[in-house]
């Protein structure tokens, strides 16, 4: 029962939204390290896949991509309270969840399977080519 109401519902909210317009909003958390200086967070904002406007904790303000994005940008860099409200964000979001990932996944590495081999080129001088191949490894910087 529960599931064909879950069927249902995404269902109806699928047609419900094909002729509306979509708005919605983006976080990211851009890092080479778990430094709070390494990390850039960028939250932004879209309607209809268009980016509207975006802050960046890099250039410490909102940023206007359209024409309402741009006044809505300037209406949101005179207000402090939200610009702070905003620089606030990198640190409870991103440094937070950046050290979980960091710790969890990102630290972890898969040793690679390796297969070397002696093949004959199709065309060519040299009489024998060796060919080494690296499958399943991570990270994937060799």
Not at 60 to 72: D, I, R
Not at 119 to 131: C, E, K, N, R, Y
Request: charge should be positive; charged fraction near 20%.
């Amino acid at each position: 029962m529960a599931s064909s109401f879950l069927c249902f519902t995404l269902l109806f909210i699928t047609i419900y939204t094909a002729d509306g317009f979509l708005s919605y909003g983006l976080d990211r958390c851009l890092f080479n390290s778990t430094e709070l200086n390494d990390i850039e967070y960028i939250r932004s904002q879209y309607y209809n896949k268009l980016e509207i406007y975006r802050f960046s904790s890099s250039l410490g303000k909102f940023v206007g991509y359209t024409e309402y994005g741009v006044k809505q940008a300037d209406y949101f860099n005179k207000d402090t309270a939200i610009l702070n409200s905003m620089k606030a964000e990198k640190e409870r979001v991103c440094q937070h969840n950046i050290g979980i990932w960091y710790s969890n996944i990102l630290s972890k590495s898969v040793a690679p399977t390796v297969r070397l081999y002696s093949t004959t080129p199709v065309s060519g001088h040299h009489p024998a080519m060796l060919v080494c191949r690296v499958y399943d490894f991570y990270p994937k910087q060799i």
